[in-house]
Every structure is written in C-alpha cells, then in structure tokens.
C-alpha cells in the first residue's frame, strides 16, 4: 500500500531544472515528504524534506502544496551526476518505505 | 567525516555457511536499519533497532538475524544463507524523531550459491 505515487521515468537535458512530481494524497497532518536518491546501486543519499512549506537547500528545492496532497521536487540545473533514481517518501515514524521511485535521466 | 561503513562489499558465499555482515556509523545515531534490494521488489526493510539491545523485525525479516550490543554497531547475521538471500544489502542509521535524514552504507552484494 504504496503512500506516493511517482512517474516511473523522465528525461532531462543538462543545465536545465529537472521538476519531479510525487503524489501523496492520502498524507496525514504530522507525516513529512522526504526526497532521497540512489545512483546506480550505492546507497540512497539524502537530498531534502518538507512538511508544509517550501524548502530549499543546496541539493534541491521542494514544493508542496497547499493541501499538502502533492509536491514537486526541484533540480535547478540538473547535470549528468543527477542521473538517478529519485524516491518521494512520506515518512510517519522512523521507517522509510521505498517506492518504485523515478528514474532520472539527464542527457547532454 | 559521518558516515556509514559496511563490510564487506561483496561476497560469495555456500549455501548454508554462517555469515555476517557488519554495519558502523560514527555520528550517534540511536536508529539502525537493514534493507535488502532486489530488482523489482525494490528497498525492503529486513529488522531496525530503536537502540543498544532493542531490535524489531521489518518486513522481510525470515533467515537474518541482527545484535546491537553496541550503539555504533549494527551486524547482519545469515546463519544458514539460502539462494532466495542473493541480494544487495544497505545498513542506514539515523537519529530518532521523524524529522531527522538517514544515511546509507556502500551497499554489500551478497551472493548465495
């Protein structure tokens, strides 16, 4: 019983914003986004959260909605090292359940 | 540096040989996790520990066993590894609370024969 629901894949040209959705519209009012990423088969890396206002930090920039219902992770300007898999995780405790994710591909 | 160091990387192994994978991190972290990746099924969480001799089962928590004697230390124990265990492992460690971010080990590759 997945709680996000994100694009399989998308493809981005280098130097240019990469914008990935992510669906949650069953997230409850203490749960958070979380965004992490997997490149090729290293561990997941961190990348930003959220629980109702934007974020921004030196990865990423993170919009959620006003309903909280949906958000959209930002890569200001992707380059070929963001080629990854990219997780959208709404997290009610300490565990992380890890969907299907987005395949990124930044092509130059 | 904070990090989270597994080991070994990879391995191969026989069916039924005892193995142990171990798992470090030096930043305090009170959370400890395992997870075992298959394609497909993708990141499964196979048992966590809240804290030094607290441990629970995840999700696929059938053939492993795990220890936290210590904080930083987190094994992974196969006692009697099977095939279906050929896997990619990730031990990760957080703090507690539901706003802080996990860090993940280098991953170790596991083959049963």
């Known amino acids: 019983d997945a709680k996000t629901t994100q694009p399989p894949s998308m493809d981005c040209a280098e130097g240019r914003a990469a914008n990935l959705p992510c669906n949650h519209s069953?997230?409850?009012?203490?749960?958070?986004v979380y965004w992490y990423r997997q490149i090729h088969s290293q561990g997941p890396q961190y990348i930003i959260h959220?629980?109702?206002n934007n974020e921004t930090n030196e990865m990423a920039s993170l919009i959620i909605t006003e309903d909280r219902k949906s958000s959209t992770l930002i890569l200001p300007h992707a380059t070929l090292r963001d080629t990854a898999v990219y997780y959208c995780i709404v997290r009610d405790d300490y565990k992380l359940s890890f969907g299907a994710g987005t395949t990124v591909t930044v092509r130059a | 540096e904070a990090q989270v160091t597994q080991n070994p990387r990879y391995l191969i192994t026989v069916t039924g040989k005892k193995l142990t994978v171990t798992c470090s991190q030096n930043m305090n972290h009170e959370y400890m996790s395992w997870y075992r990746q298959d394609p497909g099924l993708g990141l499964r969480q196979i048992y966590y520990s809240m804290n030094v001799e607290v441990t629970d089962k995840g999700d696929v928590p059938e053939g492993y066993k795990v220890s936290r004697k210590e904080k930083r230390n987190f094994p992974l124990i196969l006692e009697s590894p099977s095939p279906n265990q050929t896997s990619l492992y990730f031990c990760?460690?957080?703090?507690?609370?539901?706003?802080?971010?996990?860090?993940f080990g280098q991953g170790t590759r596991l083959t049963v024969v």
């Open positions: 990760a460690s957080s703090l507690l609370g539901t706003e802080t971010k996990a860090f």
């Open positions: 069953t997230i409850s009012g203490n749960e958070y």
């Open positions: 959220g629980l109702k």
